[in-house]
């Protein structure tokens, strides 16, 4: 798998270089040599599947920060909270009272923090 990163990277390498001895090119160059890169990555990137986003590699002896990223990752894209969603069967009227529930508290908390950022605001005026 190195050597086929190694290969991508000179692969990239060259291409970069050929872009950039040819300053003044056209259009259709540009857009020949973008493709071509296009390609290699794509050739090179592992088919995806349903862990694609949620993987991280663990380099060395770093599992710790590797552990970290994967926590953040799957806090970004919330996937403890839609498992945990989907445990149990949510009637209707439940789940539409735990939208505007969960609506009201974002656009409270959003007025909230415009409020302090105008007090901060009005307080470093000196007043």
Do not use: C
């Not at 291409?15 to 857009?31: R, T």
């Not at 974002?106 to 007090?119: D, T």
């Amino acid at each position: 798998m190195v050597d086929v990163e190694n290969m991508a990277v000179s692969m990239l390498a060259s291409l970069s270089q050929a872009l950039a001895a040819k300053n003044e090119q056209s259009a259709k160059q540009l857009w020949e040599y973008g493709s071509k890169e296009v390609l290699v990555r794509l050739a090179l990137s592992p088919t995806p599947t349903p862990y694609t986003g949620r993987s991280v590699a663990v380099k060395g002896q770093a599992f710790a920060s590797a552990y970290r990223e994967l926590n953040s990752i799957l806090r970004n894209n919330s996937v403890r909270a839609t498992v945990r969603g989907q445990e149990r069967h949510e009637k209707k009227g439940v789940k539409r009272r735990r939208i505007v529930s969960k609506t009201h508290r974002r656009k409270f908390g959003q007025l909230v923090r415009s409020k302090v950022a105008m007090v901060k605001k009005i307080r470093a005026l000196g007043s």
